[in-house]
């Protein structure tokens, strides 16, 4: 099979734009999944007689799996390597799209879905890293939120794809068959994305970890050319030759604080609400009066805004900065959420008022917490331990999203709409006190470079715990 070669011939960013637009597909995949649950959880409650709690189950069931997927992800991608590891996730992908589109029960259907969920755990955390540790540092922003735009791609298409097969029978066809058409579907773009995947190469950060320099530099030289590719190579063995990568490490002053913000920040791009948003967005459009189809047609256009204005978060990303992005579109999504609680408790939920406010809310996410998280987290880690500590950050954040919305119809249902959105409001807020308190801004430093800033910090912190002694 043919493969994207790197070659000494000088600096390529259409190589690095290539390659890190295939690995971001498995953001795809990820989008896909978040949108075709929306889709089909209303026939699938008529066809398998869900309570609300069951309800919740058809969705987080797949986030069980997420779960375990990225923590598998760091151990397995620092022993077998990043390619490897996304391709067997591909195959994982395939497998639960194939059989969450044929069950007879809801057992099977759950089974399924996990099994889905191992590789949408594994691709959430590796597509992201991968980018980070192929691109220059200048653009590394926008090609890490590639994955981000490939997610946002995916939910949108799945958008129209579940409205297209929802139309296309009545409603008892609907109940018994459209739901297993739109799972079943994401086999292709599962294919697609282990098929490209040989052709990319290995992560060179990886490969010098391994010992195999002299690999990781024809690939740095193509995306640097000779002078800088050298010089990177020299930096990055560096960065290994430091410390031993030890579990241990995680805990250590400095790093320990990177973690700190690295799971905190996933945790909260979760519990501010989005794929509560996003998984359910018919069923809430459809509790304002919308009719079925009337829903699903307004759910692409909450698809439409993530996908322009992710677009928008990828230019502004190496240009405005990571942290401003953040307070911006936290400081936006916590006015729309109190506002749409605000709308609920005073009886004026209108379809078409929820619908406007709901697009402000994820036009905000699609501009700050969408894309930039996944950045933050692919780029703020030490090299000795990012593949462990993404992991852990991106267990973290899966681990986030099935606390949502597993919760979220008995909470919608006990506490209601009101009170649900300001929850999600105050989250929203939270956000914006965190980032600007501890989040720092790495707009155009090596990963080198931040590992230093972590450094110092961890020399800071020893040198205060001496005094204080």
Not at 463 to 469: G, I, L, Q, V
């Given at each position: 099979?043919?493969?994207?070669?790197?070659?000494?011939?000088?600096?390529?960013?259409?190589?690095?734009?290539?390659?890190?637009?295939?690995?971001?597909?498995?953001?795809?995949?990820?989008?896909?999944?978040?949108?075709?649950?929306?889709?089909?959880?209303?026939?699938?409650?008529?066809?398998?007689?869900?309570?609300?709690?069951?309800?919740?189950?058809?969705?987080?069931?797949?986030?069980?799996?997420?779960?375990?997927?990225?923590?598998?992800?760091?151990?397995?991608?620092?022993?077998?390597?990043?390619?490897?590891?996304?391709?067997?996730?591909?195959?994982?992908?395939?497998?639960?799209?194939?059989?969450?589109?044929?069950?007879?029960?809801?057992?099977?259907?759950?089974?399924?879905?996990?099994?889905?969920?191992?590789?949408?755990?594994?691709?959430?955390?590796?597509?992201?890293?991968?980018?980070?540790?192929?691109?220059?540092?200048?653009?590394?922003?926008?090609?890490?939120?590639?994955?981000?735009?490939?997610?946002?791609?995916?939910?949108?298409?799945?958008?129209?794809?579940?409205?297209?097969?929802?139309?296309?029978?009545?409603?008892?066809?609907?109940?018994?068959?459209?739901?297993?058409?739109?799972?079943?579907?994401?086999?292709?773009?599962?294919?697609?994305?282990?098929?490209?995947?040989?052709?990319?190469?290995?992560?060179?950060?990886?490969?010098?970890?391994?010992?195999?320099?002299?690999?990781?530099?024809?690939?740095?030289?193509?995306?640097?050319?000779?002078?800088?590719?050298?010089?990177?190579?020299?930096?990055?063995?560096?960065?290994?030759?430091?410390?031993?990568?030890?579990?241990?490490?995680?805990?250590?002053?400095?790093?320990?604080?990177?973690?700190?913000?690295?799971?905190?920040?996933?945790?909260?791009?979760?519990?501010?609400?989005?794929?509560?948003?996003?998984?359910?967005?018919?069923?809430?459009?459809?509790?304002?009066?919308?009719?079925?189809?009337?829903?699903?047609?307004?759910?692409?256009?909450?698809?439409?805004i993530n996908f322009i204005f992710t677009i928008l978060s990828i230019w502004l990303i190496d240009k405005a900065g990571r942290k401003a992005l953040l307070l911006v579109g936290s400081s936006l999504m916590t006015a729309s959420l109190l506002a749409i609680g605000i709308v609920f408790h005073t009886g004026h939920a209108t379809g078409s008022l929820v619908l406007v406010l709901m697009l402000v809310y994820v036009a905000a996410f699609a501009i700050?917490?969408?894309?930039?998280?996944?950045?933050?987290?692919?780029?703020?880690?030490?090299?000795?331990?990012?593949?462990?500590?993404?992991?852990?950050?991106?267990?973290?954040?899966?681990a986030a999203d099935y606390a949502v919305s597993q919760s979220f119809p008995p909470l919608l249902d006990s506490a209601g709409p009101a009170a649900t959105y300001w929850i999600f409001g105050a989250l929203s807020l939270v956000t914006v006190l965190f980032t600007w308190r501890f989040v720092p801004e790495t707009k155009g430093k090596s990963l080198e470079e931040i590992e230093h800033l972590w450094d110092e910090q961890g020399a800071a912190a020893?040198?205060?715990?001496?005094?204080?002694?």
């Open positions: 099979m043919t493969t994207l070669r790197a070659t000494a011939s000088g600096p390529s960013m259409r190589f690095v734009t290539l390659v890190s637009m295939i690995a971001a597909l498995g953001g795809l995949l990820f989008g896909f999944d978040t949108a075709v649950v929306s889709g089909a959880i209303g026939f699938m409650q008529d066809r398998f007689d869900l309570s609300e709690f069951e309800k919740g189950w058809a969705v987080s069931s797949l986030i069980i799996g997420c779960i375990v997927g990225a923590a598998a992800s760091g151990w397995l991608s620092d022993g077998l390597g990043r390619k490897k590891v996304l391709i067997g996730a591909a195959l994982l992908f395939i497998i639960g799209s194939i059989f969450s589109a044929t069950p007879d029960t809801f057992t099977g259907y759950v089974m399924a879905r996990m099994v889905g969920g191992l590789g949408i755990g594994i691709t959430s955390t590796l597509c992201p890293l991968y980018n980070a540790e192929i691109a220059p540092a200048r653009y590394r922003g926008r090609l890490v939120a590639f994955n981000q735009f490939a997610v946002v791609t995916g939910i949108f298409i799945t958008y129209f794809i579940n409205s297209g097969i929802a139309g296309s029978g009545g409603d008892a066809w609907d109940v018994s068959t459209a739901w297993r058409w739109m799972f079943g579907i994401g086999a292709i773009p599962g294919v697609v994305f282990m098929v490209l995947m040989f052709l990319v190469p290995e992560s060179p950060r990886w490969l010098i970890k391994q010992g195999r320099a002299e690999e990781a530099l024809a690939i740095l030289l193509r995306i640097h050319g000779e002078e800088a590719a050298k010089q990177e190579v020299l930096e990055i063995k560096a960065s290994f030759a430091q410390k031993q990568a030890r579990f241990g490490e995680l805990f250590k002053p400095g790093v320990r604080f990177a973690l700190f913000v690295g799971v905190v920040i996933a945790v909260l791009q979760q519990v501010t609400g989005i794929n509560a948003i996003m998984y359910y967005a018919p069923e809430i459009l459809k509790s304002t009066g919308a009719g079925t189809n009337a829903a699903l047609i307004q759910t692409i256009l909450v698809g439409f700050s917490l969408g894309p930039v998280v996944w950045v933050l987290l692919s780029e703020i880690f030490p090299n000795r331990i990012r593949g462990r500590a993404t992991a852990i950050a991106s267990m973290a954040l899966w020893q040198a205060r715990a001496r005094a204080a002694e």
